[in-house]
């Protein structure tokens, strides 16, 4: 894997984001309202909301107001919230490392889980085990977050049994690490479910044309034992899809985050862009927007560099 390649794929993010970035402000220009109206209420005079439109700029080409915004990026000032009133790169930032925290624990769980079971379904194809995870991941993947959030919700706050908050965040300098960690269970297995059934069911589907291939019943004739097949070489050619699966699943992971923090009232990235729809704050929404973009498409990357990690076969060049 050369430098050059990374770079080259450094270059087309870049490029990529200043596409996005144009769709994301002339997008946010055409949302219904005024933010000047936002800012100054429903009842202020049309007086009063023409000169804040004009001292905020809002009367210029659209053209104009996005290479000022652009320009700002660069700067490293992303503006600041109307409805806040502080800086939207720091609420921003406060609230991808909460979902980060959040994003992260649901990650690990997923690997921990889904692909043993895969490589168990795989395995054991045909049998009762196969079946109960073959039938778990469709009703896992059959379930909308926040029907699966809400029966979480019913079952394990109810007063009686006192084992998981109903929501919010407490961070471990307010709480301690327990009260961090309960509020963070709840949220994280809700995501867990649904990219569990995902990454199992490919992973199996991998797993089971891996174990038909010439060079594992080779593996098998020289001796080996079934775990060394199993696991040193079935397992890591079947990862490619695998890896592949992940890095989409970090795309949902950032659609089912918005959902999942709007049910427990969790405050991270996705709760933050509905409280910016909600009050038509763009610079907040824009803001949002264009990180989450940056986001995916690292994401994508990191997926491209794993590929060489698991399969030395594989060279960029």
């Known amino acids: 894997m050369s430098a050059e390649f990374i770079l080259k794929r450094l270059a087309y993010i870049i490029v990529t984001l200043f596409l996005i970035s144009a769709a994301i402000f002339f997008v946010t220009q055409i ?28 009367n210029r080409p659209s053209i104009v107001q996005y290479g000022d915004w652009l320009g700002g990026i660069l700067r490293g000032d992303w503006g600041t919230s109307l409805a806040i009133g502080q800086p939207v790169l720091n609420l921003t930032l406060t609230a991808l490392a909460r979902s980060a925290v959040l994003g992260a624990v649901a990650l690990i769980l997923v690997t921990i889980v889904a692909i043993p079971l895969g ?12 079946v109960a995870v073959s039938v778990g991941s469709y009703i896992g993947v059959s379930l909308p977050e926040f029907v699966t959030a809400t029966l979480l919700l019913v079952i394990f706050t109810r007063p009686e049994l006192g084992l998981f908050p109903a929501g919010g965040y407490v961070s471990v300098a307010e709480g301690g690490v327990a009260a961090f960690l309960s509020h963070l269970v709840l949220p994280a297995v809700t995501l867990t479910i649904v990219m569990t059934a995902h990454i199992s069911r490919q992973t199996r589907s991998e797993m089971v044309e891996v174990l038909e291939s010439d060079y594992v019943r080779t593996a098998r004739l020289k001796g080996l ?20 699966i992940i890095a989409l699943d970090v795309g949902y992971l950032i659609g089912g985050i918005l959902v999942v923090e709007e049910v427990f009232a969790y405050p991270g990235i996705g709760r933050l862009m509905i409280f910016a729809i909600q009050n038509r704050d763009l610079p907040l929404l824009q803001c949002v927007a264009l990180i989450i973009s940056a986001i995916y498409a690292l994401a994508n990357l990191i997926a491209d560099l794993s590929y060489a990690l698991v399969d030395r076969r594989i060279k960029y060049d």
């Not at 490589?119 to 196969?130: E, F, I, K, S, Y």
């Open 119 to 130: 490589v168990l379904a795989a395995d054991r194809q045909g049998r009762p085990t196969d």
């Open 225 to 244: 034992s079934h775990r060394a097949v199993l696991w040193r070489h079935a397992l890591p050619n079947s990862l490619l899809p695998t890896i592949t």
């Open 31 to 58: 949302l219904p309202g005024n933010a000047a109206q936002m800012i100054l209420g429903e009842h202020a005079a049309p007086g009063q909301i023409e000169e804040l439109v004009i001292k905020l700029g809002l």
